[in-house]
């Protein structure tokens, strides 16, 4: 019997990155949608659960994608709505690769501090779907986060949701630019600062970072120069340099990856997995970084 | 070489059941897709026909999908057009399950009162694609058939098109809501009742048909409770209730898979089968209900 | 490592055609996609070059369609941007199978007449996917290529984009309609005439070109009654016709086919494949036709 995956995707054109690593995953045929809105999911997965006996159910499983972190997760909710008793199928959630982007790069950071209970983080941009993800994983671990947003209202949205999805500390500053990057790194003094900020954009000079007092770990998630921690490189795997220790998107992606296609091949073992932020996060517990 | 499965689907977002039902029948790989139209459906044809010699063609095959069984049968119709000579490929119909859902009930029907022929039967709430086929079915095999409908004039162009394509004794009475089934019932006295109502919608207390006079089988087609004739439940498989033989939504379900499974095995044994309800209630008199 | 191909289609439903033959030529799964526009290419190029190693990028290729010639034009420009270093798959441009066909017709006629340099070329309705390349490669490689447009604003359009595209000498002559045909080869006395207009349009009446001083070889593309040369029928393949050596659109069809699978097999044997007019031209020349 073929390992099939649904892919519900939010975007007019499903991504190709998804269903990619869901052949490398372990799925024998993909099925694609695109354009996928709530009102959608009930029939999809009725046509998921009453296809196949609830013994055999564990080789249909539903991966929800798209751009957009929020209706992912309405998504999510109406797939979970739809199944009930033995009739259901594994589920994960990955907006724009949120949630196995952000678990790689918190767990790349966890090994390398040991522990971050009690740490200062600072993860600018922090309000697209990696960001929140990332922040509200390293906030329910028991560090001290901060956020940063180019505007107020859209970061303290942003807050306010990590706070009720994830618990923990969260804070938020405005930061416009590179240029007030220094000045907010001297407010929170970081012992980690983590980059979610878009590709291609510098958010945090070299000047702003480099020999700071405190600071132990730098972790960029732009590929696209120019990056978004100057000084970082893409392909950095805990680097030393200056006395901190840094990644690159590359160094991250190839965990990335790894926890990806882990997930895909969780998803077939059992018939209600449900894979999001911190069930990936226990997954890649497991993985070799 | 691989079988490969044309899924055209009139909704915008194709059915994940059929996509699933078609692996499991054999396909290959499944090319579904989404919002096609009459128009779209010459040139996907050609892409059928023209891309693999006359003796290979057996090995492509097209499967009709999507909620609306009259764009359905524009589709087939189209689909018909574009195949000429030996260029052409196998072609099934059945939007929105409606001829293997119908099949299915049928031949269950059939099997419990070894011949239709002659008896009365009451199709509750059967303007629906599943409805339209079982009665159309059950008619051409010489069942007198009274169909029910919320509205008197959606009911009596249901019924026209069910004579027109399927010939036999097909009559129409309106029958709003539950609270008028026994006056219905008393009128028709049915000795075989089908419900292909709405999922979630009761439409026969039991009152108005435990224990009528005459009445040997019910068949009720709707899964989601309440279930649209009260009294059975959706396992019932020639189940004994009150001297009656009952069907449920799922006692029917399991037979259809394995006819809907056939067909799409059918559909690749040849180049130029055709399978509409006709063709699929022969296909299933062969299977094991 | 299963070869996966990437189907950008310009049109909202993705062509059968091209997903089939990617089967056939190798492609363990087609990743189709409707209605792509030129924004919608980065991403899908980066979930092509960034979930593979690039050791592994020769497994994913990238094939662009759809009916628009123009736009698939930009679709590749676009692809080919996004790539960068090691970071490439291969790509392959075939637009309502514009460069396969082309190519497949060309190289038919040069193998009939030896060498088309200096020869005189007339194209009909020369202005669609299919025209346009055939022209180009046949002014590349050194004949003096007239083409025929319905309309003058058009084929000046169409004749001056084959000449930046590929240089060489190429002319247009308005031709609105077949009673035009016999004054156009008049004054163009072609040696090889070339039929690339609209299925089921006669454009050449046989009294045009039967024994035509000069005439040594005529191709019609047109598969669908009345053909666009008329005398010539659709399965001829290098037939003799009045001293005229004549192909039918079946009989250059079967050579179609083999170019465009061996195109798809190529893609997968390196991950910086460009397959374009030129390219599929030189690959076609290995081929028996």
């Given amino acids: 019997m073929k390992k099939l995956l649904l892919q519900l995707d939010s975007n007019r054109?499903?991504?190709?990155?998804d269903e990619v690593v869901a052949h490398d995953g372990g799925a024998d045929a993909v099925m694609q949608r695109g354009g996928v809105t709530e009102g959608d999911v009930r029939d999809l997965m009725y046509g998921c659960i009453f296809t196949r006996g609830p013994k055999d159910l564990r080789n249909t499983a539903v991966f929800i994608g798209g751009n957009d972190m929020s209706v992912g997760e309405k998504l999510l909710a109406a797939a979970q709505k739809a199944v009930f008793g033995p009739?259901?199928?594994?589920m994960m959630l990955?907006?724009?690769?949120?949630?196995?982007?952000?678990v790689a790069a918190v767990v790349k950071i966890e090994r390398a501090v040991r522990d971050v209970r009690g740490r200062k983080v600072l993860v600018t941009a922090g309000t697209g779907p990696v960001g929140l993800r990332a922040a509200g994983l390293l906030a329910k671990a028991g560090a001290h986060v901060t956020i940063t947003s180019r505007r107020d209202e859209e970061g303290?949205?942003?807050r306010s949701n990590i706070q009720s999805r994830f618990g923990g500390d969260v804070a938020m500053v405005c930061m416009r630019n590179a240029s007030e990057a220094?000045?907010?790194?001297?407010?929170?003094?970081?012992?980690?600062?983590?980059?979610?900020g878009p590709a291609g954009v510098l958010l945090v000079p070299r000047d702003a970072w480099s020999k700071r007092q405190g600071l132990v770990v730098a972790c960029d998630l732009n590929a696209v120069p120019p990056l978004g921690i100057e000084g970082i490189e893409v392909n950095d795997d805990a680097k030393g340099r200056d006395d901190v220790t840094t990644f690159g998107a590359i160094g991250v992606g190839g965990f990335k990856m790894k926890v990806h296609k882990a997930c895909i091949a969780r998803?077939?073992?059992?018939?209600d997995a449900?894979?999001?932020?911190?069930?990936?996060?226990?997954?890649?517990?497991?993985?070799?970084?």
Same sequence: chains 1, 2, 3.
């Fill in 94 to 102: 990955d907006s724009n690769g949120s949630n196995t982007t952000a």
């Fill in 13 to 17: 054109v499903p991504s190709a990155f």
């Fill in 274 to 289: 449900l894979l999001d932020a911190e069930s990936i996060a226990e997954l890649a517990q497991g993985l070799q970084a």
């Fill in 182 to 196: 220094a000045h907010v790194l001297d407010a929170v003094r970081p012992e980690i600062l983590l980059n979610t």
């Fill in 267 to 271: 998803l077939f073992e059992r018939n």
């Fill in 156 to 158: 303290e949205r942003a």
């Fill in 87 to 90: 009739f259901r199928v594994s």
